[in-house]
DNA sequence: CTGTTAGCGCATTCAC
DNA sequence: GTGAATGCGCTAACAG
């Protein structure tokens, strides 16, 4: 009963070849129609257009792939669905590939290395036309390897400056993390904290120094007990900014390198009784859902995830028709988003 | 340059004919031992295992899944991935489905049933193997009809009650919100608002259930101007919040159908300055990653939203292999999580 | 146990 | 313009 066999009432789906017979043509000629090809007659093209339409029929996309080289499909790789980081970019990349009338195969890795190679190992092998890599696993290495054998792909988000040849799509990081402490520095902060992510990422790398050029432009002088390194989490976000306020001289501003972190240092901050923003301001970097929501609202960098998501969607379209690229590597440009949780400092 | 050509150091992908040949069997041994098929001599197997590691040959899954019938895909519709809700059932049903070697083709349909509708039907023809239906938009009889086409699926979370044969799963939705609302009567409160979501929803009626019931066992008179309707979203739920607390006699806690709108009923506290919870309680459902977050934590009922993505890939794996589902219709435990926005009233 | 023979549904040379 | 023939890479009977 909760066997639903292939059903009496239900018509089978129907190939090509009952298409062509029912049209009085041969499969051949379908297969042009189908395809759009110029070199049908109207008159054919009509009576195949109606068959088509009479029966229901569909081109079967694994009968395509087979015999076409082309599957529709393109695999995305990324660490965890669930984070709504990655879920925005995704959600660009599946409406882009839509558009083109493709599909996203998931291939979460959930940060499993050996998970990841063979994963890609198995994309490659006729079940994807191109991939997706997003904040990828792969060193620089394994990356050139598998773009010399010929499979295209594009990495959203890479955690190691990439080999030149390699197509990537990331924020403008440096520049972003340079509006935000502007925006501390113009509120007439000087001592300012950064609480860096994974150190070696690039996305890190790269919005310390915007914060460092921001400081240096503004004749600041950088202290380096005010830059700690935490993980991106909420948990060790907190912990970093409970020992930046417990320091001898506290920061009258903390610069988080991600929202997660920035809220850690919200509840650093309550649990120590400080009131936000007047005794210390907290800027994160991502605009997430939850920048919004908390108290104070943070001020943040917004990261165009939805933006990036199309565009290594349309990166990739291009690779795949040869096209070639007239920029490798794309970064988009973020935005600073002023909410509730900057003030100037107390006097 | 962006043109990886085939590429001369690459070795070209192998077929299974190269192996058998390399092996010096047939390709049908070679796709017997592939297969884990019992029948093979154990020196064959080795022989064909060494070569298959020897070419790092890896069985191209278009090619088995014309010849078998079976795409190793799996089509999951659903309105849009990058609310943190779906994405997190979605990363259940990924994982689940991976383990058993199958992969999630995404098919976002952004509430356009139209779109939803083609895409099923384009699922259904050869692309997938089956579906699971996130929210559907399609009606019972649509899905009847699906379910006739012998096409295996799984809804999560119907909108409608659905028809007995149709495989679904859901949370435990009136049993939810009758603990939320006990949760509330102990604490004291007598004036209990409820803001329901899209009234027409399975979720709300039965969360509307639960609540009456609570109500009622407890012998409170529920007061028909306490119970309004919204849309699940932050913004409609802060304006029905407000309504709410402008009547003439306030309720003392408000139980929002969902955690956007208890966060939007937060902030149409905050603004008339009610303190919280003291002056008022407020509850959620779904447990979402901003319930910890906001000021006050918010009280809630968890969805287990993973689990209830795994099982129904679960449901669908045993579809697909055409067992007979006990249960067709899987309701998941919810549970209470208390936090900081519920308090007793004030005398 | 293993090899041979047929397709799966479609795209794609070729002739006509 | 259109049709017949061939093959994509693999699985699935059927023999032996």
Do not use: C
Request: aromatic share 4%; charged share 20%; proline share 6%.
């Amino acid at each position: 009963m909760a066997q639903p066999e292939p059903a009496q009432g239900a018509k089978a789906r129907s190939t090509i070849r009952e298409v062509a017979s029912a049209a009085g043509v041969s499969i051949a000629t379908v297969s042009r129609v189908l395809n759009g090809r110029p070199d049908v007659a109207p008159a054919t093209r009509d009576a195949v257009m109606r068959a088509v339409r009479d029966q229901g029929f569909t081109t079967n996309r694994t009968a395509r792939a087979l015999s076409g080289g082309r599957t529709g499909f393109v695999g995305v790789t990324l660490p965890l669905i669930e984070a709504a980081y990655f879920a925005r970019i995704l959600a660009g990349t599946a409406e882009a590939l839509h558009e083109q009338d493709m599909r996203v195969v998931l291939t979460p890795t959930l940060h499993l290395h050996d998970r990841a190679v063979t994963l890609l190992d198995r994309l490659m092998h006729g079940t994807t036309d191109g991939a997706i890599l997003m904040l990828p696993e792969e060193t620089n290495e394994e990356l050139k390897a598998l773009r010399r054998l010929g499979y295209p792909f594009v990495v959203v988000d890479p955690r190691e400056p990439l080999d030149e040849g390699i197509p990537a799509v990331s924020a403008a990081n440096a520049s972003g993390a340079r509006a935000a402490t502007q925006h501390l520095l113009s509120l007439g902060h000087r001592r300012i904290a950064a609480i860096l992510g994974v150190a070696e990422w690039t996305a890190s790398v790269e919005r310390l120094l915007g914060f460092r050029a921001a400081l240096a432009s503004a004749g600041v002088l950088a202290d380096p007990a005010l830059v700690v390194e935490s993980d991106f989490s909420i948990e060790e976000g907190e912990k970093a900014a409970a020992a930046l306020l417990d320091l001898p001289e506290p920061p009258t501003a903390i610069f988080a390198f991600n929202d997660n972190m920035a809220i850690g240092a919200l509840r650093a901050a309550r649990a120590r009784g400080l009131r936000l923003p007047e005794e210390l301001s907290v800027v994160g970097f991502d605009d997430s859902e939850e920048a919004a929501i908390v108290t104070p609202a943070l001020t943040t960098v917004r990261q165009p995830l939805a933006e990036m998501g199309r565009m290594a969607a349309s990166l990739l379209l291009r690779l795949l028709e040869n096209q070639t690229l007239e920029a490798l590597n794309v970064e988009l440009a973020t935005r600073l988003v002023v909410r509730d949780s900057t003030a100037p400092p107390r006097p």
